[in-house]
């Protein structure tokens, strides 16, 4: 597309993208008590000291304040226990935990100077606005890790899929598929729940339909608790959104633009006054991709010695969202939420394929298909909560209800031709229908100090309706015909009902949690005999029990030991099950089994979390040992020979060990340094047979790495630079040998406007070099392939920001002469 192209694109929608808002997630309020309190030095008070009260259950709930010229603060806190910080200019920082029960003076905080002060001049003061510090790029907690997507400069102007390309322990392979610790089977939650946001599916388009200027952070769930959802074997990750709790009316917009042509263009707003809190989210844009792959294919038998495939598919894709919620105190202990949200995507598409078959004769037979495609899809989703306090000691009652939908129609015209005749024309339409109700009901009850009890109940309903149809017409003078193979409806019904409870404690330095979660699943679909045409039904139900344990043992603060283990299922997906061919490629289809069973995972882990001011290391060694592993088997066609049919089985177990090793370094106040390293081994035992007959063999292990390395260099206050380099090793089993990939990103950020705007520039694979290669093989065929999900791309990026709550003035200590300081509060922490 050409530059004056592009902006013709971007005039064109941004005046709709501009007028679309949404809203981020709700605040549950709670009812809060005033408390005061000082903080002073051996010597006596200490003015315009930073308290931050940082609550431990609930982050929504910390606070902060400024300490006046005598070191006194107020503030309102909701009672819980909270981690307090104190920050003031020539002192060491200060931490300790306190636990808030009524309004009321708490114990004056004593700090401790870091030998730099001069304690007897406290005239020369001026004013200047102050800056939170941001936090550690990623934070350990008992159950999970948090990754602050703020700190990841490569993926300012992307989406969500950029953005787990940068989380620790996860990685995003070529084609958009999502892994944790070398899995594929992971879990996706908005917000803590499922959301038509993601789609039916949660594959590449789903992901990219979610900028990233509107994500928060994101949890990183490996070994879930009872709390969560026992599905996903890999683990879950749950993208919170954005939210604020500042008063008054705040926002920002971000507009991009990008190469391969990319425009975007989001808003963020809120607006908080008394007991009414709004939140508006929204915006859209447009992208252009280029998809390559090759097949070199090797046969050992039949006409054809040797066959390959070239395909470039090149694609244009827009995607619209809004979302708009409102949270209302209706007494100090009853809050009440609504909110909604849309969004759209679609997605057209080019998809030549050129085919050259080497028979053994000496011939070659050269086809060419080309399909012409479109794809859109609406997910919509209403959300309804309410949350109760039941007494002022933390006892809390919430509830949810969800309703969600999501649409998809997916058509192709597919053009074939072979040695310059006509094949056939084939015309394919897909609709999928997906409703879903989710009703969920939590309990806390607080017991003591240390000590809290959860229990909770789950309705989880689904309905998906799949309208395949596949037409061909063999020449022009002929009318189409269906093809009764890839014709049909087919629904897909579940239903689970889970309920959960768990306690968590706290014995001196010893940490524990235990929970047991029970999951009943109901299953039932029904799909045509691609033979007789005949309705097939089938079900399945079954009952299962998840434990869980979490256990941590302090040395000193931030100096811990963690050790958790839980049981996890993998229910096959609904596609996995209905045994219908998809016919995007002739030579390459997949279909469901229905015979297809769950997977089990046992998961264990073992974690040390080392922290201190700049340093922060997090090494895990874990073991996850699964039965019933499902495997994809490449079966030859016994009717074309080229072709290959692509479907999901049971086939043995597998054993999965390795060490997930997390950390960040300051080496100095402008560099900061992140890295991640997954060293894991494998063992698959499991041979397939289908029909008493042999078809493959799964067995193999071996040891594979994913590591990842970022440096972010800070220049001035104003400008910050972030290169991150990626490394995935190659993994081989007995049918693929798939080979390592490496590749750089670069971002860079430069604040603007005396704060208000920042402008960001990024490139994703800077060498062009993220591309999968694998060799796969079957009984009767070896073939090479490769693929290349997107070329080199790179984003110019624009933020304004506007009324971004009260600043607060803190004044400053002029610099004494006779002091050794260096200077370094001259450039804030990054």
Do not use: C
Request: hydrophobic share 30%; no cysteine; aromatic share 12%.
């Amino acid at each position: 597309m050409k530059r004056t192209e592009i902006v013709s694109v971007f005039q064109k929608k941004a005046f709709g993208l501009a007028l679309t808002i949404g809203a981020a997630s709700f605040i549950m309020a709670q009812q809060k008590v005033n408390i005061s309190g000082n903080v002073k030095d051996a010597n006596g008070a200490i003015g315009y000291a930073s308290v931050t009260f940082k609550n431990q259950q609930n982050s929504q709930l910390s606070d902060a304040a400024l300490a006046d010229a005598d070191g006194n603060y107020k503030l309102d806190l909701a009672p819980g226990s909270y981690d307090v910080t104190i920050e003031a200019v020539d002192y060491k920082k200060f931490n300790q935990t306190i636990r808030v029960e009524k309004a009321g003076p708490i114990a004056p905080f004593v700090i401790v100077s870091n030998g730099n002060a001069n304690l007897n001049n406290t005239t020369d003061i001026q004013g200047v606005v102050i800056t939170a510090a941001s936090t550690k790029p990623y934070k350990v907690e008992l159950d999970k890790k948090t990754y602050d997507v703020k700190s990841d400069l490569t993926a300012v102007g992307g989406n969500l899929q950029d953005v787990l390309q940068n989380v620790p322990s996860v990685s995003v392979d070529t084609d958009g598929t999502v892994s944790m610790r070398g899995s594929s089977n992971v879990r996706f939650l908005i917000n803590g729940k499922p959301s038509a946001l993601l789609g039916i599916d949660d594959g590449a388009n789903a992901l990219q339909a979610i900028p990233a200027d509107q994500i928060d952070r994101i949890e990183v769930i490996t070994n879930p608790s009872a709390k969560y959802d026992a599905s996903g074997t890999a683990g879950i990750l749950n993208i919170i959104l954005k939210k604020t709790t500042k008063l008054g009316f705040n926002g920002s917009v971000i507009g991009t633009l990008g190469y391969l042509p990319k425009t975007n263009l989001n808003t963020n707003l809120s607006w908080k006054k008394g007991n009414w809190s709004w939140f508006l989210n929204g915006g859209g844009g447009y992208q252009e991709g280029k998809n390559t792959s090759r097949n070199n294919i090797a046969y050992t038998g039949g006409n054809i010695a040797n066959s390959t495939q070239n395909s470039e598919t090149n694609s244009k894709s827009e995607n619209y969202n809004a979302m708009a919620g409102v949270t209302y105190d209706i007494s100090p202990k009853t809050s009440i939420n609504l909110s909604g949200n849309i969004r759209t995507f679609s997605n057209d598409t080019d998809n030549p394929i050129d085919y050259y078959d080497f028979n053994r004769n000496g011939s070659v037979d050269f086809t060419t298909r080309n399909s012409i495609g479109r794809m859109t899809n609406t997910g919509m989703q209403g959300d309804f909560g309410i949350d109760h306090k039941l007494d002022d000691k933390g006892q809390n009652i919430s509830g949810s209800v969800s309703l969600q939908s999501n649409r998809s129609n997916n058509s192709n015209d597919i053009t074939q031709i072979t040695n310059s005749t006509l094949d056939y024309y084939n015309f394919t339409r897909q609709e999928t229908k997906n409703r879903s109700l989710v009703v969920k009901l939590d309990y806390e009850l607080p017991i003591g100090e240390n000590s809290t009890f959860n229990a909770g109940y789950k309705l989880d309903d689904n309905q998906n309706d799949y309208d395949n149809l596949v037409l061909q017409q063999n020449d022009v003078d002929t009318p189409a015909f269906e093809l009764p193979t890839f014709t049909g409806i087919s629904k897909y019904n579940e239903t689970f009902n889970a309920g959960y409870v768990q306690f968590k404690s706290k014995l001196g330095p010893i940490g524990y949690q235990v929970g047991l979660r029970n999951e009943h699943s109901k299953i039932e679909f029904s799909y045509p005999d691609t033979i007789t045409g005949n309705i097939v039904a089938k079900n399945k139900d079954y009952n299962n029990l998840f434990p869980s344990v979490f256990l941590s043992y302090d040395f000193a603060k931030n100096n811990q030991l963690l050790v958790n283990y839980s049981r996890r299922i993998d229910r096959p997906r609904s596609w996995f099950l209905i045994p219908f061919f998809s016919f995007n490629n002739s030579r390459n289809l997949f279909s469901g089994n229905p015979d297809l069973n769950p997977s089990y995972i046992d998961s264990f882990e073992f974690g040390y979390n080392y922290s201190k001011s700049k340093l922060t290391i997090n090494p895990t060694l874990y073991y996850r040992k699964e039965k019933d592993n499902v495997q994809m088997a490449v079966i030859q066609s016994t009717t074309d020979p080229s072709a290959f049919n692509i479907k999901p089985f049971n086939v043995g177990n597998e054993d999965r060990y390795g060490l997930d090793l997390n950390g960040t370094y300051d080496p100095f106040a402008w560099w900061k340094i992140m890295g991640n390293i997954d060293v894991f081994g494998y063992n698959t035992k499991g041979d397939l047979y289908i029909d008493n007959k042999f078809i493959q063999s799964y067995n193999g292990d071996g040891v594979s790495t994913r590591m990842r390395l970022s440096n972010t260099f800070k220049f001035d206050k104003t400008l910050s630079v972030q290169i991150q380099a990626n490394f995935r090793g190659g993994q081989k089993n007995a049918s693929q040998d798939t080979k390592s990939i490496y590749f750089f990103n670069l971002g860079a950020t430069k604040t603007i406007w005396k704060g208000d705007g920042t402008l960001a520039f990024n490139i994703q694979d800077i060498f062009n070099t993220r591309a999968r290669k694998s060799t796969t093989y079957g009984p009767d065929f070896q073939n090479e392939m490769y693929m290349q999900w997107q070329p080199r791309q790179m984003s110019l990026s624009l933020t304004y920001r506007f009324k971004q709550g009260e600043k607060v003035e803190q004044p400053k200590r002029k610099q004494d002469i006779n002091s050794n300081s260096n200077g370094g509060d001259d450039m804030p922490p990054m």
